[in-house]
């Protein structure tokens, strides 16, 4: 049974940091491509950053460029979303996504998820 678990969300204030892991169980973690989506309020989720196999290829929206690092740790079967210089716009409940394939395309999307976690809220306060 593929288990997918986030941890690490929580309010932090503007400006600041928190890091979000995400560890997979039940797959071929090393051979799979892992993302983050997030949904606000009212809002479609949407895909943040994507992260491929080996870790040699990561995407990220415009919006979050500069200031995420995606990274992953094979042997861990963990991802990681390094998320600095957060704002209010980043609030969200970020989840996890182990995709289908071993690949990212440029545009992190829903149709390209194989297995979902169950979410970690992000607040940020101002």
């Known amino acids: 049974q593929v288990q997918v678990v986030e941890s690490g969300g929580g309010l932090v204030q503007a400006g600041g940091s928190l890091r979000l892991s995400c560890t997979a169980s039940g797959l071929h973690f090393r051979y799979t491509a892992m993302g983050w989506f997030r949904q606000a309020p009212g809002k479609e989720r949407e895909g943040v950053s994507c992260?491929?196999?080996?870790?040699?290829?990561?995407s990220y929206i415009d919006s979050v460029k500069g200031r995420f690092t995606l990274s992953r740790d094979n042997a861990q079967n963990t991802l990681y979303l390094q998320m600095n210089s957060l704002k209010s716009e980043d609030a969200a409940i970020y989840y996890c996504?182990?995709?289908?394939?071993?690949?990212?395309?440029?545009?992190?999307?829903?149709?390209?998820?194989?297995?979902w976690g169950q979410g970690t809220q992000v607040t940020v306060s101002s």
């Open positions: 996504a182990a995709l289908n394939g071993a690949y990212c395309n440029d545009y992190l999307d829903k149709e390209e998820v194989a297995y």
């Open positions: 992260i491929n196999w080996t870790g040699s290829t990561k």
